[in-house]
């Protein structure tokens, strides 16, 4: 694996003809849910004071983060989409009458297209915050985000990539660039993909602290490689729009089909896309088949 920093990023010069940016997160590995289940959810509980009404966070957040179209977007996004969106119309809280809290402030932030999304980004905003109570609350989302790493170093340990998924990776590095493309933190994501022993088959691995997967696509490929040869693997929307918004065409890992999908990807997707078969009608059946295994609505609306 090559350098690490934005530099690497910007400065990637293409060593092969065809690029491939990977998610790693429900697409090479199965984290999905125990990153989830046993580290967002409790801690999310926890910081935003949800305890009342601990079941319906749950609820909400297994929605938005694993079976919804909004599945593996950045961790704060996800958040304001469960506190601010989900939540107030569950069921539960409204029988309980219970205030979700409202928090103006990281919102805000959340939605600032100027925000990076991260850790570092959180204190940037920390220190530019107007008043004691727009830091607080930001403080308060930056010690939850903090917290959430301590336990997934702790809990995420030894998480294999799914079958196929070590195959896929070296016949691919033998024909085209490989770059992991991620919204998870850098130090965690290199620890995985090294603990796995698959960080030799990539030549960058870049996380949330380098912006969002559209602007690492942007980075890595603009101007680099032709048309029809630049492919996204992933398993979320948001891989998808980062990929066709760069022009970058896009492999789905389908939500409880992962196998398979790496099966199809070593056999089938990658020989097409190599041989300039991929884009037009192959490609669009794969998406259709995506998009309709990811909800629209939650369950209980
Ligand atoms: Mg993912």
Known sequence: ??????????????????????????????TMSIKQRECFIPWTIAYFGLQP?????????????ISSKTRGINR???????????LPGHPLVKARGFQVPRLPHYFAWVDDPESTLSNDGLKQAIAGAADAGAKAELKNALAWSEKVNQVVEQIVRAVPAFPYARESLEKAAALADLIVVSQTPDEALRREWRESGLADNVRLIVGQEMGSKSAHLAAATQGKYQQDRMLMVGDSLDDLQAAHANGVLFYPILAEKETESWQRFLEEALDKFIAGNYAG???SGLISEFDALLLEKPPWV
């Open 1 to 30: 694996m090559a350098g690490d920093s934005a530099n690497a990023l910007s400065g990637f010069k293409p060593q092969k003809d065809f690029f491939i940016g990977i998610d790693s997160d429900g697409s090479v590995f199965d």
């Open 53 to 65: 009404v601990a079941q319906a966070a749950r609820e909400c957040k297994e929605f938005s983060d």
């Open 76 to 86: 704060h996004k996800a958040t304001k989409r469960v506190i601010g969106e989900l």
């Open 281 to 283: 009608d192959y490609e």
